[in-house]
C-alpha cells in the first residue's frame, strides 16, 4: 500500500497494539487508534505519560517497537519516510521551537525557502526566481489565513519578534509554520498548555477549522474534547528522563 490512491487531502490513521520501548521501558504501548481521513485525533493522558512519543510515532519522527500503523496508507514502521513527507509539526516542545530573536517574517520566509528548497520538485527549483517568491508568498498568506493569524493585529505587524507574541499567537504562528508545507496530516503537541478557558476554546476551534478543511490533526492534550477521537496514554511512565532522551533524538533528527 504506498497511499497514491488516497483522494481526500487528509490522511486516514490506522493502529493496533502500538508501542514504543525504549533503555528505561516503555513510553507508550497497546495503542489503537481508528480516524479517517480530516479526523481530530486528541492524545490524552498526563505530562510523561508518552503523549509526545506517540504524536511523534504517528508523524514518522520516532521508530515503533511493536504493533503496526499506517498514515495514509503507509506502513509504520516500514515507511517511516514516506509518514514523514505527509506530515508536518506544528508546536512540539524542544523539537520544533521557536527561535524567539526572529521576527514573524524572518520565521515564515526561512520556512518557505526550506520547503522550496526540500520539499519542493525540480521543477518548482527551475522557475524563475520571481514566481517562485510569488509562490512562496501565495502559501505563507494562505498558511496564515488558514491558522487564523492576522498580523496586521500584532504589536509590530509581521516585524514583531516572536519572543513579544501571546501564547495562543505562538501556537497560530506554528500552525501556520507547518501548513506552508501543505501536509495531509498536522501534528500539535500540548494545545492546551497554558491556556484560559476561552483561548482553549479557540485553539480547539482552529484545529477543527484545519479537518474542515481536509487535514488530519493529530493533537497532545490534557483533556480530549468530546467531539474528537480520544486515544489515551493512561500507562504513566514512571521515568520522564525517558521521554526527555526520546524527545531529544527526535529532535535531531
Do not use: Y
Not at 172 to 183: F, M, N, Q, T, Y
Amino acid at each position: 500500500m504506498d497511499g497514491s490512491n488516497d483522494g481526500a487531502r487528509g490522511a486516514a490513521v490506522t493502529a493496533r497494539e502500538f508501542g514504543l520501548k525504549g533503555p528505561r521501558g516503555w513510553a507508550f504501548r497497546g495503542v489503537g487508534v481508528e480516524a479517517g481521513p480530516g479526523s481530530l485525533i486528541a492524545i490524552e493522558g498526563a505530562s510523561g505519560s508518552g503523549r509526545t512519543c506517540l504524536l511523534l510515532a504517528l508523524t514518522g519522527r520516532m521508530r515503533p517497537t511493536e504493533g503496526e500503523a499506517t498514515v495514509g496508507g503507509f506502513r509504520l514502521p516500514k515507511q517511516l519516510a514516506a509518514v514523514r513527507r505527509i506530515s508536518a509539526l506544528g508546536p512540539v516542545p524542544g523539537v520544533t521551537d521557536l527561535d524567539p530573536a526572529l521576527t514573524v517574517a524572518e520565521q515564515l520566509h526561512e520556512r518557505a525557502l526550506l520547503e522550496r528548497r526540500f520539499g519542493g520538485s525540480l521543477r518548482t527549483l527551475l522557475r524563475p526566481r520571481a514566481e517562485r517568491a510569488a509562490e512562496a508568498r501565495l502559501r505563507i498568506d494562505t498558511a496564515l489565513a488558514a491558522a487564523g493569524l492576522d498580523t496586521e493585529s500584532l504589536p509590530k505587524g509581521r516585524r514583531t519578534s516572536v519572543r513579544d507574541l501571546e501564547r495562543l499567537e505562538v501556537l497560530r504562528l506554528s500552525v501556520a509554520l507547518a501548513l506552508i508545507g501543505r501536509p495531509r496530516l498536522l501534528a500539535v503537541d500540548d494545545v492546551d498548555l497554558k491556556l484560559s478557558d476561552a483561548e482553549r476554546g479557540e485553539a480547539w476551534a482552529l484545529l477543527r477549522s484545519l479537518t474542515e478543511s481536509g487535514i488530519t490533526v493529530v493533537a497532545v492534550c490534557n483533556e480530549a474534547p468530546e467531539d474528537a477521537i480520544a486515544v489515551s496514554t493512561d500507562r504513566r511512565n514512571d521515568d520522564d528522563k525517558e521521554t526527555a532522551d526520546a524527545l531529544a533524538e527526535a529532535g535531531r533528527a
